[in-house]
């Protein structure tokens, strides 16, 4: 993830440059449960609104949250399919936040209700994050549901109310880059305390609908614009705070940004930048399914680590036995192509290896969406060839 506020906030408010440091134990996604009330197009667990057997029950979601906090595991986000639909959400939510854990809720919205608005609110969540695709019409396309935008705002609408924090996730493809803008404004017209900008990854119908990831000029497009929004709240006082997630290529082409418009600020921005350090799946973040399986974020669903109904959490995380993880956590990562090539891996980390691996079946071959030209990654001459990509449909911006 890439924290771009902080970023924007060191412009203004310059903090001592540090080395890199991991955390205790790394964030952990967890799908409690795979039923969902939706079927949407970009969804990674492939969900449908069905019980999935073997999933772990409630004592066992407890044993295992002992082993995170054994783990030294500082962050739990409850996902899904809809962690909502799971009828012991809320014990499950009370006692991760009495075991100290930073608490979130990733949800759907739609059944964020009147009914439970309480409740959820009792919990004290740290954080509630909502997706939406768009405005109106296009969420509802997305997430195949008619009238869904309208139920996934007022619940936004509810925990903002009682003083939740909530924000906005918004996963770009082609067909719904349009609707970028008026989100933004949205989020800022509804006092919305996030906005979380995520690039389209190959992973469950993400990876089905590749062909329909945004091309690299349109990417550039998106960040420019969140670029100019964040530092418009900055200027303003504003707290809105803005995040990114599955590019870290959005890091460098920050840096490129702060050099064209401050650059005297730009040698501190990029020593913050290392110090950040890039991609940190199998490090920093890691992921269990809904039947226990552990995984190195969650777009690695089709490679498994191992099973928490079968050994510690913390014993597979450790465990560099497995070619995967012994790769992910080496410093540096030894990848190939532009990303072995470019002159700001120190930055990025080499980006989202799971790109690379459903596309061309190597996890350590050159990120396919780094939307970064050869120039501006310092690429060598002798390295310079046909890059790995998709062949997006036809749109644009209007």
Partial sequence: MFRLSQYMHELVEPTPVGPRRDLPGPVVI??????????????????????????????????VMDDLKAARVPVLILSGGEPLLRP?????????????????????????????????AAVDFNY?????????????????????????????RMCRDLGVKVGVRFTMTQDNAEDLPRLLQLTADE???????????????????????AQHQLTRWAMDLLFETCW?????????????G????????????????????????????????GNASGVNVANIDNLGKVHPDTMWWHHTLGNVKERPFG?????????????????PRQVKGRCGGCAHFDICGGNTRVRAQQLTGDAWQEDPACYLDDDEIGLAADARGERLGVTPYPRRVA
């Fill in 128 to 156: 509630v994050g909502v997706s939406l695709d768009g405005i109106a019409d296009t969420h509802d396309r997305f997430r195949r549901k008619a009238g869904a935008f309208d139920e996934s705002l007022a619940g936004i």
């Fill in 191 to 213: 006092r919305i305390d996030r906005f979380y900008f995520s690039h389209l990854n190959y992973a469950g119908r993400g990876n089905k609908n590749r062909k329909d990831d």
């Fill in 232 to 244: 418009q709240d900055v200027q303003d006082g504003r707290v809105r705070e803005f995040t990114t």
């Fill in 246 to 277: 599955n590019n870290d290529a959005d890091g460098v082409y920050f840096l490129k940004w702060v050099a064209a418009r401050f650059p005297d600020k730009a040698e501190h921005i990029r020593a913050k930048l290392v110090q950040w350090g």
């Fill in 30 to 63: 967890w799908n409690l449960i795979r039923r969902c009330n939706l079927t949407c197009k970009h969804c990674y667990s492939i969900s449908a609104d069905t019980n999935f057997p073997g999933e772990l029950n409630t004592a066992q979601v407890f044993s």
């Fill in 315 to 331: 014993e597979i995380w450790a465990d560099t036995t497995d070619p995967l993880m012994a790769g992910l956590k080496a410093r």
């Fill in 88 to 120: 012991d959400i809320f014990e499950i939510a009370h006692r991760a936040k009495a075991m100290g854990f930073y608490t979130a809720l990733s949800s759907n919205g739609t059944l964020i209700t009147e009914a439970n608005i309480e409740r959820i």
